[in-house]
């Protein structure tokens, strides 16, 4: 692959003759903007996908259905701090260290844009230390519009005619498909949403579908999504109501890292937020919050007997004052955390109460200088937590931008460790020896990020930004996964080793580049690396790829039709806690996964004046060897069409 | 021919054909969608490989409509081959390709056009249910294929289509065939419903 990779660079360049450059995008938390064009020119057909097309972040997935993420490494795989949001109200669907972007009631067409933060983030009653990625919806403005979508893959490498033959091969290659529809409407002092997605996704690698088909008694394994929810908007006079409510229900083979395997499962969430504004006058409010999450897993029929049946509920509640003068804007809240946690059937669990004073602000010293700082204090369970984060820019006429972000976080000891709970509350089977951890308080986390962005040129965007993460106190598990060759599945022996110190960083690089109206070019490229810490802490981050280049060719012949070109490299990694896997299994099961290179193709085209979008997307197309997890899938060439109807009504 | 120089072969079509576009090179219409050309195709599968050691190809029938597109040409079709098991009890098929495509046309003299385009769709097979069970009787796959030929106008809006067609089927064991075909097309004008849709 790398030979073709001269071939390919140039390409990309005789292709972006005429290029305009693209305006710089910051969110309103100040994180970057990827716009429901971009998501949609790149062909993703599933919410959980989004997590692919994020340059800063790193994932991984077994299933390609799932994905563990490492935001611009404030995490490794082990850990998912990172936060995901609908119009900037939290759900909480991190389950047992796993985040599922699928499990959120939103449908992709409904998306505005995404937010992506991949520094530490405070306010509005969230802290999002592991990174925050919001998906703000569209909103209907004296209208209503109706959408349906439905879109299906599959993957290569049937037996086809040679079923029939000696050279016949397993027929596990379809992917499944995705439905959808929503309403929204907006009225003078009323607006709400209904939404309702159903996702089926089959595992289209022969070791997954052995593996999860046996300990699920032998049948076609798949994952099947249910997602529902609807929100509420009234407003009056500058006080603005808003009240979500949502469920997703995913029968999943959930990975579980005690295990070392997928377990069946069905996971339900159950969510409400209710957003209240009130505006005294101009430059003044104040809001009012309260939230409940309900996330748990429901047992499922599987040949080990085990009895998963987990569940957590957080009740959040909370008040925000803002007030904003001339140069001033500044806000501040008190925030109630209660989580409840344990099992259903034994009623064991346990209950945490978090109190979080935060404020946060900004002053502007002149037009182009601005500082900025969030101050957060946690209290609970005979513990303290502090949160800051400071916050420099410059920004100047021209449109080059510089911020200095900060953080130094001392966490409080119970609101991450939800394994350590778990394990101390009747999960025997996990066999944890916690007691290295009990009485760490040295846990302190700091973050430096440093961005600068502009024009190069007349047509030409950069983007250079560098990272530093120190961790100090953390908890890292020491997995030692082996082989069953009885199910050809795995087990594992699992410890806790505490991390006195250790630290990473790195660099990203984007340029965007656009001569005229119908071609754009994106690069981007990022290097990163463990920069100290002992040998077990860096054996971790070797999970996560050292070297990634992106690159995205975009000819749009008008508004109707649109081709776009992606290109991906992800340098090679080591996953160490596999290596027993690898001896024991040869070839089989690598401990080391090799870089690859991949290139999607998408085609998307509009038709009855907008009201009909298709698309029709190759995955993959030069059908490399592409793998994200030891045990997980290998991914070949891939494809996936779309139809999707929308219309106002 | 190889899978390498099937890919290069495509790749370079594709980069060509993006090219030619970008820079004006290529008819643009003004009206896309504003005219169609239905065509009917005689079609042979001629090459030989290890598939063809297992089923013997019979005559086959392609049909395709075509458009202006907002750069080059849209198509859609379909093609209809059978394969006859050459040692029984292993089954005959017939196999669907369903196919859009978007190429280049190019007029070569007064009555003469060439066309190249690349098209991608659903390989569908269909078994010989005498000896397959129910749920491996249809099986189908990704299939690219790159289109050329060329139009040798009789009147205005008919014209006689000589055709090569080269198509490969992403099974595990890749499918290579390679047609050669024989038809007649008609021009017809779109009707305004039809490009209200469309456009």
Request: proline share 3%.
């Amino acid at each position: 692959m790398m030979r073709r990779l001269p071939s390919i660079i140039f390409l990309f360049f005789i292709m972006a003759v005429g290029l305009k450059a693209r305006d710089y995008q910051i969110g309103p938390a100040g994180g970057r903007i990827i716009s429901s064009q971009e998501i949609r020119e790149a062909g993703i057909t599933r919410l959980g996908d989004l997590i692919q097309i994020i340059e800063e972040w790193d994932s991984a997935s077994l299933d390609g259905y799932n994905w563990i993420v490492s935001p611009s490494g404030l995490d490794h795989f082990q850990h998912q701090r990172w936060q995901a949001a609908v119009d900037g109200r939290v759900f909480d669907i991190n389950l047992m260290g796993i985040n599922s972007l699928a499990r959120l009631p939103v449908n992709l067409n409904q998306v505005d844009y995404i937010e992506i933060i991949s520094e530490p983030y405070l306010g509005e009653g969230l802290w999002a230390e592991g990174g925050l990625l919001n998906i703000v919806t569209r909103k209907a403005d004296s209208c209503s519009r109706l959408s349906m979508s439905l879109s299906a893959g599959n993957e290569t490498g049937d037996p086809g005619p040679y079923r029939y033959t000696e050279l016949a091969s397993p027929n596990v290659d379809r992917i499944g498909w995705t439905g959808g529809a929503d309403y929204t409407f907006g009225l003078k002092n009323i607006g709400g949403r209904l939404v309702v997605r159903e996702e089926v996704n089959y595992p289209t690698d022969q070791n997954l579908y052995f593996r999860n088909g046996r300990i699920a008694g032998n049948y076609y394994p798949r994952q099947d999504l249910i997602a529902l929810g609807g929100s509420l908007d009234l407003g009056r006079g500058g006080d603005a109501t808003r009240i979500m409510v949502g469920h997703s229900r995913l029968d999943d083979f959930f990975f579980l890292p005690e295990y070392g395997r997928e377990v069946p499962t069905r996971l339900n969430l159950y969510y409400l937020d209710i957003h209240h504004v009130r505006k005294f006058r101009e430059g003044l409010s104040l809001g009012l919050f309260l939230a409940y999450n309900d996330n748990g897993t429901l047992k499922a029929s599987n040949t080990l007997d085990l009895d998963f049946k987990w569940r957590t509920r957080r009740w959040r509640g909370g008040l925000e004052i803002q007030g904003s003068g001339e140069k001033l804007k500044g806000k501040a809240g008190l925030v109630f955390t209660k989580d409840n946690w344990g099992d259903r059937g034994d009623g064991n669990g346990g209950e945490l109460i978090i109190a979080d004073l935060y404020t946060d602000w900004k002053y502007r010293f002149s037009e182009a200088f601005s500082q900025g700082f969030s101050f957060g204090l946690s209290m609970g369970d005979s513990d303290n937590g502090l949160k800051f984060i400071g916050r420099t820019s410059w920004q100047n006429r021209a449109g080059y931008f510089m911020r200095l972000v900060g953080s130094y976080v001392t966490p409080l000891w119970a609101e991450e460790n939800r394994l350590w709970y778990w394990s101390r509350n009747g999960f025997d089977f996990l066999n944890m020896d916690d007691s290295p951890f009990l009485h760490n308080d040295k846990r302190r986390r700091n973050t430096i990020d440093l961005t600068a962005a502009g024009p190069l040129a007349n047509n030409l965007e950069f983007e250079i930004a560098g990272f530093y993460r120190n961790f100090r106190g953390e908890f890292y598990q020491d997995r030692v996964y082996y082989f069953i060759a009885d199910d050809s599945s795995f087990g594992a022996d699992i410890s806790f080793q505490t991390i006195d110190k250790g630290s990473f960083g790195g660099i990203r690089l984007r340029l965007d580049w656009r001569l005229n109206s119908k071609l754009g070019l994106g690069l981007s490229g990022k290097r990163q690396e463990v920069l100290g810490g002992d040998s077990f802490y860096k054996a971790t981050w070797r999970n996560i790829p050292e070297t990634e280049l992106k690159g995205r060719l975009c000819w749009r012949t008008n508004d109707n039709f649109v081709l776009n070109l992606s290109a991906t490299y992800l340098g090679d990694r080591y996953w160490r806690e596999y290596l027993r896997v690898e001896e024991a299994t040869g070839d089989r099961f690598h401990a080391g996964l090799n870089e690859f290179w991949n290139i999607d193709l998408t085609a998307q085209i509009y038709f009855w004046s907008k009201k009909i979008r298709t698309v029709l997307a190759f995955k993959n197309i030069l059908n490399s060897d592409i793998q994200y997890h030891p045990i997980g899938a290998e991914f070949d060439l891939s494809y996936f069409a779309l139809l999707e109807f929308s219309t106002t009504l | 021919m190889s899978a390498r120089i099937m890919t290069t072969i495509i790749g370079a079509f594709f980069w060509v054909g993006l090219f030619l576009c970008e820079t004006g090179q290529t008819k643009e219409p003004d009206c896309p969608f504003d005219s169609l050309r239905v065509a009917v195709n005689y079609t042979n599968n001629f090459n030989r490989n290890i598939h063809h050691d297992f089923w013997k190809p019979e005559a086959g029938l392609e049909t395709g409509l075509a458009t202006d597109f907002y750069s080059g040409i849209l198509e859609i079709g379909g093609t209809w081959v059978k394969y006859s098991a050459r040692q029984k009890p292993r089954p005959d098929y017939q196999s669907l390709y369903l196919f859009v495509g978007w190429g280049l046309e190019k007029k070569v003299m007064t009555k003469l056009r060439g066309n190249l385009s690349l098209r991608v769709g659903d390989h569908l097979m269909i078994f010989d249910d005498d000896f397959v069970e129910p749920e491996g009787r249809v099986e189908s796959e990704l299939a690219v294929e790159l289109a050329g030929g060329v139009s040798l106008y009789l009147s205005r809006q008919t014209a006689l289509e000589i055709s090569g067609r080269y198509r490969r089927v992403y099974t595990r064991h890749r499918l290579e065939l390679a047609f050669f075909g024989l038809g007649i097309s008609r021009s017809l004008a779109a009707p305004g419903w039809l490009k209200g849709i469309l456009r």
